[in-house]
Protein backbone atom coordinates (compact mmCIF):
# COMPACT_ATOMS: atom_id res chain seq x y z
CA UNK A 1 0.00 0.00 0.00
CA UNK A 2 2.82 2.09 0.69
CA UNK A 3 4.51 2.59 -2.82
CA UNK A 4 1.42 2.64 -4.21
CA UNK A 5 1.10 6.12 -2.00
CA UNK A 6 3.94 6.99 -3.40
CA UNK A 7 3.49 6.64 -6.63
CA UNK A 8 0.23 8.79 -6.54
CA UNK A 9 1.34 11.46 -4.36
CA UNK A 10 4.40 11.54 -6.69
CA UNK A 11 2.32 11.64 -9.87
CA UNK A 12 0.31 14.29 -8.53
CA UNK A 13 3.50 16.89 -7.42
CA UNK A 14 3.70 15.78 -3.73
CA UNK A 15 7.13 15.04 -3.21
CA UNK A 16 8.62 13.02 0.44
CA UNK A 17 4.78 11.82 1.00
CA UNK A 18 4.11 9.37 3.91
CA UNK A 19 1.57 7.17 4.41
CA UNK A 20 1.33 8.36 7.86
CA UNK A 21 0.32 11.78 6.45
CA UNK A 22 -2.59 10.53 4.86
CA UNK A 23 -3.94 8.91 8.08
CA UNK A 24 -2.67 12.50 10.13
CA UNK A 25 -4.75 14.69 7.68
CA UNK A 26 -8.04 11.86 8.09
CA UNK A 27 -7.55 12.23 11.76
CA UNK A 28 -7.14 16.09 11.72
CA UNK A 29 -10.03 16.55 9.24
CA UNK A 30 -12.25 14.66 11.93
CA UNK A 31 -11.50 16.27 14.73
CA UNK A 32 -12.08 19.61 13.25
CA UNK A 33 -15.24 18.45 12.01
CA UNK A 34 -16.77 17.30 15.52
CA UNK A 35 -15.80 14.16 15.88
CA UNK A 36 -15.75 12.91 19.16
CA UNK A 37 -12.46 11.42 20.55
CA UNK A 38 -13.74 7.64 21.07
CA UNK A 39 -14.96 7.68 17.55
CA UNK A 40 -11.82 9.25 15.88
CA UNK A 41 -10.10 6.14 18.31
CA UNK A 42 -11.51 3.54 16.45
CA UNK A 43 -11.44 5.29 13.10
CA UNK A 44 -7.68 4.21 12.71
CA UNK A 45 -7.62 1.49 15.24
CA UNK A 46 -5.65 3.83 18.56
CA UNK A 47 -5.54 1.70 21.62
CA UNK A 48 -6.78 4.41 23.85
CA UNK A 49 -8.54 7.63 23.40
CA UNK A 50 -4.79 9.76 23.97
CA UNK A 51 -3.50 9.72 20.60
CA UNK A 52 -7.45 11.03 19.23
CA UNK A 53 -7.00 13.88 22.09
CA UNK A 54 -3.44 15.06 20.33
CA UNK A 55 -5.60 15.39 16.98
CA UNK A 56 -8.01 17.74 18.53
CA UNK A 57 -5.50 20.02 20.38
CA UNK A 58 -4.06 20.00 16.67
CA UNK A 59 -7.13 21.49 15.50
CA UNK A 60 -7.63 24.57 17.89
CA UNK A 61 -9.11 25.50 21.16
CA UNK A 62 -12.91 24.06 20.67
CA UNK A 63 -13.72 25.84 24.19
CA UNK A 64 -12.38 28.89 23.55
CA UNK A 65 -14.60 28.79 20.18
CA UNK A 66 -17.55 27.71 21.61
CA UNK A 67 -17.67 30.57 24.25
CA UNK A 68 -16.85 32.86 21.14
CA UNK A 69 -20.07 31.51 19.25
CA UNK A 70 -22.47 31.61 22.69
CA UNK A 71 -21.06 34.96 22.91
CA UNK A 72 -21.79 36.01 19.42
CA UNK A 73 -25.20 34.60 20.28
CA UNK A 74 -26.04 36.77 23.05
CA UNK A 75 -24.92 39.77 21.64
CA UNK A 76 -26.88 39.36 18.55
CA UNK A 77 -30.07 38.49 20.66
CA UNK A 78 -29.53 41.57 22.51
CA UNK A 79 -28.94 43.67 19.70
CA UNK A 80 -32.11 42.35 18.56
CA UNK A 81 -34.11 43.30 21.48
CA UNK A 82 -32.74 46.64 22.07
CA UNK A 83 -33.14 47.79 18.58
Do not use: C, N, W
Not at 3 to 20: P, Q, S, Y
Amino acid sequence: MRKHFVEIATAVGIEDARLHDLRRTVMTRAAASGVGTHVLRDLLGHKTTAMADRYIRAVGDPVREAREQVGAEIAAMMGGEGG
